[in-house]
């Protein structure tokens, strides 16, 4: 038996048979004559390579999610860095070598130097760019339909795998990820967890031709591989795989059950989506409902303003797959980390502060105006809220109001039909706390967005990694920030929920029940392990923490 251990990315157990991925990296050196022609063939390779792209990103978005799509924009844009491609075109036409040389030489430069970077993002950022030349090279190699991946399931192990490798990989034929090198906080990783496959990485192993179909087992809990495993290993292993089945299976019993506590507290627990393929997971986890759908899917995979129509029809769907159960859609949140090329959005030096949410819609109306129309229409089909994104003032939600009214008095005009609907707004900037009691005489509902909140109260972005440790998301002025909100919501007889990343963990859910937060909204995953723990929960046994 031979054990390795690496590093836990997402856990869970995998047995079965090791898949040897290995990388076709044709990079044969030779002599040119016409050095133009061959940037040329470059030229060709680089927009097929981001035709490709798009296509991987259109379906990263329909069947993951819009956060982890956003990897191959990323990729596009380093296909097209200025700095990438002038050395490639340089070495093609000084040294008069052939295009895949140059991606290959030039693929290695870039790699060491984003390596021995200390920034662990930057470092994690060198397999992107391994990623895009590999690319590049199959393509000028003509091995662009090779697809990765094994013929049956099995354990994939390789010296490091690439966003793109992995989703053109069949899902059903994955058991699990192990990774010689990579990151921790790498795409790749962010991917694996996100398709809850169990997966290690910087394991310290020798990738020989030996290991393709050995037997493995891999544990995802502790970040151990081991090949060719004893019975006793395989006894231990079988035994708490068969425990984590069952803990699965025992979950879907609380797929029907009211979210209620011992002593009749009791919360709404809905779902966060950000695509049809959300909902799906949504009703097979039993959510009570739509906490938030993430309208911005629709402009994102799109390279144009969806229409009116498109958008109606896809709010409809989702709407009538809910059957009654209320549905909260957010309106149109971009910026920041979040780009639609066809707006034409300038670059901002801090754009987690610039134009975003709520304010796009002052600068871009017509954009706002087709959204609303579609809403409205939408909400003759079924339960059907809407709630609005970085708010500020009081001013900003009246004049939201008027618009709405105003496109209501349209579409009476044309004769088409529309419904009421709740109007709500994200609480997720500081100012919207402080003044959360006037703005609760003007909405139906509150939900907390503590994702940005926690960024904004904190004063720290949390897409910088090097600000892991100063994101405390437990901090007593987010914790303060919070149970304001709902007081001054419940004040004015108003719910409030939570929408954000927090509303998800486990070591708050008594903690918030207990401040009266009305609603939950989570990721599909999440609602049954949460509905179990509410079950079995005792509020009044709740004793508040000591704050820092």
Same mark, same amino acid.
């Given at each position: ?8 990315? +997402? ?35 680089? /927009? ?9 990103? /259109? ?82 190699a003509g091995d662009n339909d090779n697809h990765p991946g094994a013929e049956e ?58 290991? #393709? ?41 609380? /797929? ?40 911005? +899917? ?52 801090n754009p987690a502060m610039g134009l975003r949410g ?17 809403? @409205? ?75 940005? @909140? ?6 720290? #972005? ?57 609603? @939950? ?11 179990? @723990? ?15």
């Open positions: 038996m031979e054990v390795y251990r690496g590093k836990s990315v +997402f856990q869970g157990v995998a047995i079965g048979r090791i898949s040897l991925y290995r990388k076709l990296r044709r990079t044969v050196y030779y002599n040119i004559a016409d050095p133009a022609a061959e940037y040329e063939r470059f030229l060709q390779a680089q /927009k097929t390579a981001l035709d490709d792209l798009a296509v991987l990103h /259109k379906k990263v978005l329909t069947e993951v999610g819009k956060s982890e799509a956003e990897i191959f924009e990323v990729h596009q844009i380093m296909l097209q860095d200025p700095d990438y491609v002038g050395s490639v075109e340089d070495m093609i036409k000084t040294q008069m070598i052939n295009a895949e040389y140059a991606v290959a030489q030039t693929n290695e430069n870039f790699f060491s130097r984003f390596s021995a970077m200390e920034d662990t993002y930057m470092q994690a950022r060198a397999i992107d760019i391994r990623d895009i030349s590999e690319r590049l090279i199959s393509i000028l399931p099995a354990i994939i192990i390789a010296d490091d795998l690439v966003p793109s490798e992995i989703m053109q990989m069949e899902r059903e034929k994955i058991m699990s990820f192990v990774m010689v090198h990579g990151s921790v906080n790498s795409h790749t990783a962010i991917l694996a967890r996100t398709m809850g496959i169990p997966t290690i990485t910087g394991v310290d192993m020798v990738l020989e031709e030996e290991l #393709d179909g050995e037997f493995a087992i891999v544990d995802g809990n502790t970040g151990y591989i081991y090949i060719k495993p004893n019975e006793e290993i395989i006894f231990t292993m079988q035994k708490k795989l068969q425990t984590e089945i069952n803990n699965k299976n025992l979950l879907q019993a609380y /797929k029907n059950k009211e979210s209620v506590t011992l002593d009749g507290r009791s919360v709404r627990l809905n779902a966060n989506i950000g695509n049809l393929h959300d909902l799906t997971r949504a009703l097979q986890s039993g959510a009570e409902g739509i906490g938030l759908f993430r309208s911005e +899917f629709l402009y994102l995979e799109k390279d144009n303003y969806p229409s009116e129509e498109e958008q109606f029809q896809a709010y409809r769907f989702v709407v009538e797959k809910m059957a009654g159960k209320r549905v909260i859609i957010r309106t149109l949140d971009i910026g920041a980390d979040k780009k639609i090329n066809y707006l034409n959005l300038k670059e901002e030096e709520i304010r796009i819609y002052f600068k871009h109306p017509q954009v706002f105006r087709t959204q609303l129309r579609a809403l @409205l229409r939408t909400a003759a089909f079924g339960k059907i809220s809407i709630m609005y994104p970085l708010i500020t003032s009081v001013e900003e939600v009246m004049q939201i109001k008027r618009m709405v009214e105003e496109e209501k008095e349209n579409l009476e005009k044309e004769h088409i039909s529309y419904g009421e609907l709740e109007q709500g707004i994200m609480i997720e900037t500081p100012a919207a706390v402080m003044i959360g009691d006037l703005l609760a005489k003007h909405v139906d509902f509150f939900s907390i967005g503590t994702n940005d @909140l926690s960024q904004y109260i904190l004063a720290a #972005d949390r897409q910088n990694p090097l600000l892991d440790s100063f994101f405390d998301v437990h901090h007593p002025a987010v914790l303060r920030a919070i149970e304001q909100t709902v007081q001054n919501a419940h004040n004015a007889g108003i719910w409030c929920g939570i929408c954000g990343e927090l509303g998800a963990d486990r070591e708050l859910t008594k903690r918030f029940l207990k401040m009266g937060v009305d609603e @939950l909204s989570v990721s599909p995953e999440n609602i049954l392990p949460l509905r179990k @723990l509410i079950r079995e929960m005792n509020t009044q046994e709740f004793k508040k923490a000591p704050e820092k």
